[in-house]
Nanobody, 124 residues
């Protein structure tokens, strides 16, 4: 069982930066791939980025490639999403999710555990 808690969201102007954190409980967190997803009101949840268990492989949605960076510190049981050059269309609730022994899927059903989310609002 893994419990995930996101933090770091907030209100930022377009062009600004935020760093989201996903803190996990559990001694075997290093066995989990972690994904970040986002959901805006009235829209489906969409893939943002994912990282495999070791951090050696990362994956990004085209819409965030070159602006967002996912990383992990297994010693701290934490995955980060550094978001730069934010745009108003990045406004959404951001959720992290964990997939045991996963490779970093972009599909939400692949993930077994989800956090409660953190809101990111980018003003124009």
């Amino acid at each position: 069982q893994v419990r995930l808690v996101e933090s770091g969201g907030g209100l930022v102007q377009a062009g600004g930066s935020l760093r989201l954190s996903c803190a996990a409980s559990g001694r075997t967190f290093s066995s989990y791939a972690v994904g970040w997803f986002r959901q805006a009101p009235g829209k489906e949840r969409e893939f943002v980025a994912a990282i495999n268990w070791s951090g050696g492989n990362t994956y990004y949605a085209d819409s965030v490639k070159g602006r967002f960076t996912i990383s992990r510190d297994n010693a701290k049981n934490t995955v980060y999403l550094q978001m730069n050059s934010l745009k108003p269309e990045d406004t959404a609730g951001y959720y992290c999710a964990a997939d045991k022994y996963g490779s970093g899927s972009s599909s939400p059903p692949s993930y077994n555990y989800w956090g409660q989310g953190t809101q990111v609002t980018v003003s124009s």
